[in-house]
């Protein structure tokens, strides 16, 4: 049934801030149907959204804005990035993170641009897919939000000479990085940690911490073996304690080589007990003088940054439920996600509550649940004009919701 009646605070302004970038109003209009409808619609695609509003236009309309018109979607994104800047919770610090890390959108049709039959390592097996790489920054404050993302796209599905791997999307997440001069060290589980990555990283003068799984060899004692046999050999005594949250690790730090890496790592192990011969888990760095606690504190964002904003932005934005079929299309539909993330992230740990909250907010599905509020509290404001100050009748406001 329809219940939006007028755009809530958040996208009002995000009208005023990015409204530059579409050419006219009816497109301005567009935009904010489309943010609305991702943070409150039942069911967060074109007609989905579109239901959503008592005096929607036509469905095609909006369809044809989000995959036909004219519109720069990396213009919005540079202005959303250059938007979080003027806030101190989401500025850039040489204290913030990078971090990168793909994540699966299934989808119901097999004839949406781009999609394949992909494995899903969570619930181990194929599923119809996206295979999205996204870069997320990490601020001290604790805000974070997507930097950018590429498309991967199967071998197949490529014209010659035009294929990516995951390494090479990668690569081009961190040189985008890079070339915004954003500020931060990059992180990034065992997917990619590659000798490609992180000599491109070490190339730039930039720092990384990544996750090394404990089949992959190293150089230890002048013997190339398994970096699980190097953990093997390590005595007891050479393990130090460490507090990771209310649990206590053991861990032995040492700079070392891999093949194919061009430039000497310090490699971290974990033990889950002091007598474990078994290693828990290994990271890596560049930075050789780095203590376990530096490279922890870098490495604990990949979570924030990556596998948080992958759930919410699945859960409660609609990252995976649009279903037009041009990949122009679904490029659109994750800008826009993107930006009514940020959003709602930039309104979180604020020192007061927003006027339209009512409450200080502390994680996006609060916030989402907020802005739904404050579009119900218009609902009722509307019916209540319409009875008092227009004499509509009840038949007349029951015609507009939809209800016969």
């Excluded at 060899?217 to 073996?225: D, R, S």
């Excluded at 828990?280 to 940054?305: C, D, F, P, Q």
């Excluded at 994750?334 to 309104?347: E, F, K, T």
């Excluded at 739904?372 to 038949?395: F, H, M, P, R, Y």
Aim: glycine letters at 6%.
């Amino acid at each position: 049934m329809p219940s939006i009646v007028e755009y809530p605070t958040v996208v009002q302004q995000a009208m005023q801030e990015f409204g530059e970038v579409f050419a006219n109003e009816p497109e301005r209009q567009h935009f904010a149907e489309y943010l609305t409808g991702l943070m409150i619609a039942e069911r967060k695609n074109v007609s989905g959204i579109n239901r959503e509003f008592v005096d929607p236009t036509d469905q095609s309309c909006l369809n044809r804005w989000l995959t036909q018109v004219e519109w720069d979607e990396k213009d919005l994104n540079d202005r959303r990035l250059k938007w979080l800047q003027r806030d101190p919770s989401t500025r850039y610090s040489s204290r913030g993170v990078i971090a990168i890390d793909n994540t699966l959108i299934d989808h119901e049709g097999k004839f949406i641009e781009d999609v394949g039959w992909l494995w899903d390592h969570a619930d181990q097996r194929y599923v119809i897919a996206h295979d999205y790489v996204i870069s997320n920054y990490v601020c001290p404050s604790g805000a974070h939000y997507p930097i950018e993302w590429r498309r991967f796209r199967k071998r197949e599905a490529c014209a010659e000479g035009e294929f990516e791997d995951h390494t090479k999307l990668c690569i081009k997440l961190i040189d985008d990085a890079i070339e915004r001069e954003i500020p931060g060290d990059f992180t990034f589980d065992s997917y990619f940690t590659s000798a490609g990555v992180l000599n491109h990283i070490e190339a730039s003068g930039r720092a990384y911490v990544g996750d090394l799984k404990l089949n992959r060899k190293v150089a230890y004692l002048g013997i190339e073996q398994k970096l699980s046999e190097v953990a093997a050999q390590i005595p007891a005594e050479a393990k130090k304690p460490i507090k990771v949250g209310e649990k206590t690790y053991w861990y032995y730090s040492r700079r070392m080589r891999i093949p194919d890496v061009k430039h000497p790592v310090r490699i971290l192990l974990f033990w889950k007990q002091k007598s474990d011969t078994q290693a828990s888990k290994a990271l890596v760095t560049n930075r050789i003088a780095w203590e376990a606690t530096r490279m922890l504190l870098v490495y604990r964002h990949r979570w924030t940054g990556t596998e948080t904003f992958h759930r919410d932005a699945k859960q409660q934005l609609g990252m995976g439920e649009c279903q037009v079929r041009k990949s122009q299309g679904q490029t659109r539909h994750m800008y826009l996600v993107c930006v009514a993330y940020s959003l709602l992230m930039r309104s979180l740990h604020q020192k007061r509550a927003h006027s339209w909250a009512r409450c200080k907010l502390t994680t996006i599905g609060q916030a989402c649940r907020a802005v739904k509020a404050e579009t119900l509290g218009q609902v009722i404001d509307w019916i209540v004009e319409k009875l008092t100050c227009q004499n509509w009748s009840v038949t007349q406001i029951k015609f507009a919701f939809g209800v016969q």
